[in-house]
């Protein structure tokens, strides 16, 4: 499985980075499969840089805040309207179950249109895995000031070099403060993808809206990841700060997440060169051990 930060800022677009939107693919033996976990402000221009909008076979949202599902908008109309014609089904979306209505009303459709033309729209049901391709997504319940926010846990299941089906996972934290159901969600993954919004001592009188490094490590720890990517800092808000506070929590691997940069998830490296270049350092805050693939199970090397 594979990552690719598309945007990463957070609560809106910055400088160097849209809002959330994460590209993911995966291979089922006969062709890659690939899906958006969020499409936030600005990113739908950015995604069209690393693939073909046609080629995404699904899109999973978070919660329904703006900056991490307003590019649905967008999208439909690149659905609705290309003279070329959109040629494919549906384009298929997990969400929240008011996501079709905030979309709809938020691009103003006149009286009796609907969105339903374009999209395939289906409910997240807490806990319960969906199925797209050779991934596996489960819903957890986070902690955010809105009616439903998730955690997204995502498995992929390859064929590996002799047959075998490998199994990789993500888990993603969409936008959450410290809770059991996040801790869960990220329960031995191999890539933790975790929101970093808040500082220590700058926002501590905030509850139950958003991270801090420090927490986003103690979140990491207890789920006992292999390694953590922050993502979904501000503009005003410190990369240094909260990289250093993560460090007080998590011993394992630390990265940050930019806009433009692909890791493979199970071995955390670095893919590639990014189609522009980044306005933040792209760099290993502190590498974990090296893995290698043994059947179906992760392992570290000694």
Avoid at 29 to 47: M, P, Q, Y
Avoid at 87 to 111: D, F, H, Q, S
Avoid at 236 to 261: F, H, L, M, Q, R
Wanted: a negative charge; one cysteine or more.
């Amino acid at each position: 499985m594979k990552l690719t930060i598309i945007g990463c800022t957070g609560s809106f677009p910055g400088p160097g980075s849209p809002a959330s939107c994460y590209l993911v693919t995966a291979f089922d033996g006969t062709r890659d499969w690939k899906i958006l976990l969020d499409l936030g402000s600005g990113a739908l221009g950015v995604l069209q840089r690393y693939t073909d909008i046609k080629d995404i076979d699904g899109i999973a949202i978070s919660h329904l805040h703006p900056d991490h599902c307003m590019d649905l908008c967008g999208l439909h109309v690149a659905i609705r309207w290309d003279p070329n014609g959109w040629n494919r089904e549906k384009m298929l979306v997990w969400g929240p179950e008011a996501t079709a209505e905030r979309i709809e009303t938020a691009y103003g459709l006149p009286e009796g249109d609907t969105m339903h033309q374009d999209y395939d729209f289906n409910i997240w049901q807490e806990l319960q895995p969906v199925n797209i391709g050779p991934f596996t997504i489960t819903p957890y319940p986070v902690r955010h000031p809105i009616e439903e926010a998730y955690a997204l846990r995502v498995e992929a299941h390859e064929p590996g070099p002799d047959g075998e089906i490998l199994t990789s996972v993500l888990t993603y934290s969409g936008d959450t403060d410290t809770c059991d159901g996040l801790v869960e969600a990220a329960r031995g993954a191999d890539m933790f993808l975790c929101e970093a919004a808040f500082e220590e001592g700058r926002d501590d009188a905030i509850d139950g809206v958003h991270l801090t490094g420090k927490r986003a490590g103690q979140m990491a720890t207890d789920a006992e990841v292999e390694r953590l990517l922050l993502t979904h800092i501000p503009v005003w808000t410190s990369i240094n700060k909260v990289v250093d506070e993560a460090k007080e929590t998590y011993s394992g691997g630390i990265a940050v997440a930019v806009s433009g940069v692909t890791y493979g998830v199970y071995s955390g490296s670095q893919l590639g060169t990014p189609k522009s270049l980044p306005t933040a350092p792209v760099s290993i805050i502190r590498p974990s051990k090296v893995r290698a693939w043994k059947g179906t199970r992760a392992i570290r090397k000694k």
